[in-house]
């Protein structure tokens, strides 16, 4: 009996040390627990604390509102502005499945910071090839596909009902419908032009 308890222990000790695994915190990943703008808020708030404003002794003030919040739940959009400092821009939440070196399955998000004028372009850059590209894409429905580069992001746009931007970012693969696309791009403007 004895023998069978500490087969038992030994056996669930190693099974447990198997499927359970940690995410690295130097990795630059994050678990999440959902896809929404509200938790795309709370975790971003962090992050442009952190990393976008100089924070210090002082007390420094800083806006930050989610635009809007792809279907697939895979991108959000967010902006930011510091006026003491001079900042702002827009926040792209970044957010899916991962999976760690013991192949455990994971929520993970990232954000990625684009300067107020580095918004600017890639928005400008994605409406006017949809619209120079959209005969193309529209004649033949999730066939024709249309790729480019920006930085360190690659965008695919392809039509499937509307038009769909795919957004390919730090090991992340983001569906970015043509509505919260539209919805980013105008939020976006009067946040910052107002």
Do not use: H
């Amino acid at each position: 009996m004895k023998f069978m308890r500490t087969l038992f222990l030994l056996l669930f000790t190693i099974v447990f040390s198997v499927s359970y695994g940690q995410v690295s915190p130097l990795s630059g990943l994050y678990l999440a627990k959902e896809f929404s703008k509200e938790q795309a808020l709370y975790k971003a708030k962090e992050y442009v604390m952190t990393e976008i404003i100089n924070t210090d002794s002082d007390v420094t003030k800083f806006e930050l509102d989610p635009l809007a919040a792809a279907n697939s739940g895979e991108l959000t959009s967010l902006v930011y502005r510091c006026d003491e400092q001079g900042l702002g821009g827009l926040v792209l939440g970044f957010f899916g499945d991962r999976w760690n070196e013991n192949g455990v399955i994971y929520q993970a998000y990232a954000f990625r910071n684009l300067e107020e004028s580095e918004a600017f372009a890639v928005l400008q850059r994605i409406e006017t090839i949809m619209d120079e590209q959209s005969k193309y894409i529209g004649s033949d429905s999730n066939t024709n596909n249309v790729v480019f580069k920006f930085d360190d992001m690659t965008f695919l746009m392809y039509e499937d009902g509307s038009t769909k931007i795919r957004v390919f970012w730090n090991g992340f693969d983001a569906e970015w419908e043509e509505s919260a696309f539209n919805r980013t791009r105008r939020r976006f403007a009067r946040k910052i032009d107002g």
